[in-house]
């Protein structure tokens, strides 16, 4: 079973590791699990933003 770090990331097409062969490719109504999903480890994760400096 594969753990999630992050459970608030969400279940989209475009980070799945199955996006190239999927059948089911947006076909999901939305709030809709798909339970093929296996997030694509080739894409880097989420990038914290940068605080902007404020100007003294």
Not at 29 to 40: N, Y
């Amino acid at each position: 079973m594969i753990s999630r770090k992050d459970e608030k990331e969400p279940e989209i097409c475009i980070i799945c590791a199955w996006r190239k062969d999927c059948q089911k490719k947006f076909s999901l109504a939305h709030g809709q699990k798909c339970l093929e999903f296996t997030r694509d480890l080739t894409l880097k994760g989420k990038v914290p933003e940068e605080q902007p400096q404020k100007e003294k």
